[in-house]
């Protein structure tokens, strides 16, 4: 049985949407959308809202009355589900396909944008021009000294406060498509689609930025509301709340890899 | 591991979804729209209402702009720049279904002019109700015009009950549609069939199409959606053309058609809608 539907019936679509999955995430949702809405219109921009709470629940909600986004708000008792958080994520992109050309998929903490010594102007015109079936990032973390460094301002640009990063080959994460991706756990990768690297589509993943912002929001999601079978498997585990040593110790390691981030990148975020 | 066996999940990976959402995908329908809200608003709950808004002209964003901000149901654009284009508006339909089948345990997609209700004399005390307790993959509607004689019926008026004001009604077996489902649905061009779910017809689901209330309000309508913005491959194959802009005795003829063969609005009926 032929499952997807081949005809594309719209001529008439939009270059690019962007979307991402939230679940309580306000130090890291501001620098998302503040960073996509320089390149996409707000129409084109939409967040995956999962169980948000709160103040949290409050900004999505302002947002969303003021047009800035498009909101979709998901219902899982679960904090991680990575199973389900996977398929919210390939079945959004099928169906925002059906309006637009392409599709950047990314988590709250991933930044996408081009490297300033390609040959793009800026993201917006990596995407219009974009002609493959999907494409991955190449990908650094972002990272800190969690004993050294002061805190994140956020009111200020990320890159000026925090100048080392680490490549991992782990985040060559194909993002940004053309057609309808199955993504696999985390969208590190599809079951179906073959992609390139192309060095000149990074992604800068901020999830090491500051080590008091992961023990803060880490600490809020109970485990005992985590899906069983992503802890037995291993899924997203580094989300999981955990003693302060600990997380500082896993802040410290990636920290140890760390080389200087080229000066052309200041500016990025 | 991988997640994929097969194009579509097999399973949903939530223990927690909720009952029931509905949805419509709509294209500036500012008569018909808000009967569709306030019908659905008595059995789903704001949170779990859904349009597709289909390049609405700018009057008619802006209403159901206030309508999100007033937390009446959700709002998600779709862009195409054809008015009509039933294998995309498909396609569309049965994405959205299986982005919703994630967090819910049932959807129900109905047209903006199709309102479904369970038959007072059933069992079912009312279509939340019948959906809280769906057990099969989809379902069937027994599907009704109500019809109107466009040369005698008065306008309709679009804040009284419309059973009150119309008499008769066509019972079409076109109508007869799978609109509630629980599995991911592939659903074929206007969402009268699917190709992959089977379930019963259910006597006791009623949908009322209220396409034929009132010739004005529907020539009016498909007079503003010129031709040149239709798909062109819809109209060679014959789809929709019923909503093309077109001759107005003609039109009449399919509209006094409908009322001559229909009969008497049940009493039981009377005043659900």
Partial sequence: MEYLPQLDMNYNKRSGAVFTHVNNEDKFFPIWLKHYSQYYDSKDIYVINHNSTGDFLEVLKEGARKEEFTMITVYNDQWFNGVWQCYNFSLLQW???????????????????????????????????????????????????????????????????????????????????????????GQHNTNNVNYDIDKSLIMLHLHYIDVEWTIEKDNKRSR??????????????????????????????????????????MGLI | MYLWDEPLPSEISNKDRRPGAVFTH????????????????????????????????????????????????????????????????????????????????????????????????????SYRDYYENFEHDTAVVKGYHIASDPFRDPPIDLNKKITEQRTRYLYDPFLDKPLITSKHVQYNNGMHTTRNLSGPLENDLIMFHLHYIDFDLIYKKDSLRTIENWCSEEIKAGFSIQNLPGDINAKKGTFLAAFLKGRKIPEKYIGIL
Wanted: hydrophobic content about 35%; proline content about 5%.
């Fill in chain 1, 95 to 185: 169906f925002l396909l059906q309006s637009y050309n392409t599709v950047l998929a990314s988590d709250v903490d991933e930044i996408v944008t081009v490297d300033p010594k390609s040959r793009y102007k800026d993201l917006r015109e990596y995407y219009e021009k974009f002609v493959g079936n999907a494409v991955a990032t190449q990908g650094y973390h972002i990272v800190s000294d969690p004993l050294n460094d002061p805190p994140i301002d956020i009111s200020r640009p990320i890159l000026e406060q925090r100048n080392k990063m680490v490549y991992d080959g782990f985040l060559h994460k194909p993002l940004l498509s053309r057609v309808r991706c199955q993504y696999n756990f």
């Fill in chain 1, 224 to 265: 005992d509301r985590w899906s069983e079978f992503d802890i037995a498997n291993g899924f997203s585990i580094q989300n999981l709340p955990c003693d302060r040593e600990e997380k500082i110790k896993m802040f410290q390691e990636v920290y140890s890899k760390s080389e200087e981030m080229p000066y052309y990148y």
């Fill in chain 2, 26 to 125: 709509i294209n500036d329908e500012d008569k018909f729209f808000p009967l569709w809200l306030k019908h659905y608003s008595q059995y789903f709950e704001a949170k779990d209402i859904y349009v597709l808004a289909h390049n609405s002209n700018e009057e008619f964003e802006d209403y159901l702009l206030e309508g999100v901000k007033n937390k009446k149901f959700n709002m998600i654009p779709v862009h195409n720049l054809s008015w009509f284009n039933t294998t995309w508006l498909c396609q569309n339909v049965s994405m959205f279904q299986w982005l919703l089948l994630q967090s819910y345990k049932t959807v129900t997609y109905t047209d903006v002019d199709e309102l479904i209700f369970t038959d007072p004399e059933s069992k079912w005390k």
